[in-house]
């Protein structure tokens, strides 16, 4: 019999099968896709010779992930590529331009060109990091409580430098840039990459996400597989089958089977049950597990509450393109640059983000660029650019800043869409367009049908907003992979620490399924598994 079933083989579902293979169980890992990845997938859909990305491109969580870096992936082929500078941000039509790169010295010269001394502010941030970065990695994406790199933290700040750290943590990114420079740059390198998920300037924890993401990229660049994305799902396939594990794709999970409280397997959509002797892992959206896979009727009350107001994060709109040459920005610095930014200012960032929030079509938006074959040659042919570009739109659209969008996000729509995002290219890239050779673009709707988890095209599978995050993500509780059933985990971006390929929620998941099989441990994870209940259910029996 099969020790453990895993519903999904994207990143964090191949991460938990891995560890559960390392431990001795016998794990099958189901995908209803043909290919295995999720959204850590690549292909030629372009154009002949143009390697795309398909979903996510960039992974400084995933190079420097706790979960992922023990697994050796080096070993089952996977290798990794950086462009010569890790972000560039255009501030103007001036050409001034804000450089993140892997040389601290580069990165703060480009800083002191817009105000004199930012470099130094810079520097200071980086030592921050340098000193306290480890430790909050590990508490920010280990399993709750994370005691061990919360007590290092302390430690390290005592207890007035916790109390002003644990305000830097919940500074809006709009604050922190104001309190750290003079000039516009070093926000909008930290804006910038707080943007990544969907948290608008003016939120709170922004400035958080926006220095990791900033720091990281300072430390270890943003690095791509070589080869595309789907490199990186191959070598944690290959390590998987290596050690006895199964990967059956082409099979899709239409239910949790639960006898006495607790889940015993799963049954397919062609009605084949699979029993699972110790326990059940869900690389699926946290809506999608309990309102698809399980009895509705099993659901308690409160946790049926809290489910209705489960938030998605934006949708998106992506386009990849071949280009017969490199992108020629009029900033020299962001030709070198594997990700490109393109916003005018910090209020351009806080209009688009201002539009989101209305479920208003920006007629700005900010876009997201990925120059691959900067980063990595394999990418197409010599002299030529794989490249994409993402934006996010309201999940559920009201209205057009510029009155003629519906968000129905079909054909026509999309198309019009695709207009306004290559109109923003050329302005910051006179002649971009000259260069296209084809294009390939996902709609939310073919998002979706690309990776069922990606809702409307949400692709961080539920908002990175302090307010569900944390001990919030996805629901109320206690931030943990365990559900109110027994033997069945939540493994997916749904649950905490939330999206980037880092893999640490599949480890998470995994890690808990074996301590509820140590004798030692039934205790604590029962307690988890009342006190989820207690918060979940309003007392409702199992």
Known sequence: ????????????????????????????????????????????VTAPGFVSD???????????????QPLRLHDHGLRWSHAPVVLAHPAADDGACAVLSRDLDETAASLDRFRPGDGDAWRRLYGMWSELGGDFVGAMFGPFPPARSALRLARTLRLAGGVRFARFALLPVRRLAEEEFGGAG????????????????????????????SMLGQQVGFPVPVGGAGALTDALVRRLVARGGELRC?????????????????RTADGTDISARRAVLADVSA?????????????????????????????????????RGPIPWRAEEARRAGTVHVADSMDDLTQYSADLSMGRVPASPFLLVGQMTTADPTRSPAGTESAWAYTHVPQRVRSDALGRLTGSWDDGETAEFVDRMEARMEQRAPGFRDLVIARHVQSPRRLEAGNANLR?????AGTANLHQQLVFRPLPGLGRPETFVRDLYLASASAHPGGGAHGATGANAARAALAARRPVRRFATGAVRRAHVRIGSGGDPL
């Not at 926000?187 to 993401?213: C, F, K, T």
């Not at 082409?250 to 799963?266: D, I, K, N, W, Y």
């Open 250 to 266: 082409g099979t899709e999970v239409s239910e949790v089977l639960v006898r006495g409280g607790r889940a015993v397997g799963v």
């Open 186 to 213: 070093g926000g909008l390198l930290l804006a910038g990459n707080a943007m990544h998920a969907d948290i608008a300037p003016e939120a709170a924890g922004s400035g958080a996400l926006g220095w990791l993401l």
């Open 456 to 460: 409307r095209g949400a692709v961080n």
């Open 54 to 68: 398909l979903f996510s491109a960039f992974y400084p969580l995933a190079f420097d992930s706790p979960a992922l």
């Open 287 to 323: 809506p999608s597990l309990y309102l698809e896979l399980l009895d509705r009727d099993l659901l308690p009350t409160q946790l049926r509450a809290d489910l209705r107001r489960f938030q998605w994060d934006n949708a998106t709109v992506k386009v990849d393109w071949a280009l």
């Open 1 to 44: 019999m099969t020790d453990a079933v895993v519903i999904g083989a994207g990143p964090n579902g191949l991460v938990a099968a891995n560890l559960l293979a390392d431990a001795g169980w016998r794990v099958v890992c189901l995908e209803a896709n043909d290919s295995p990845g999720g959204a850590v997938r690549s292909a030629e």
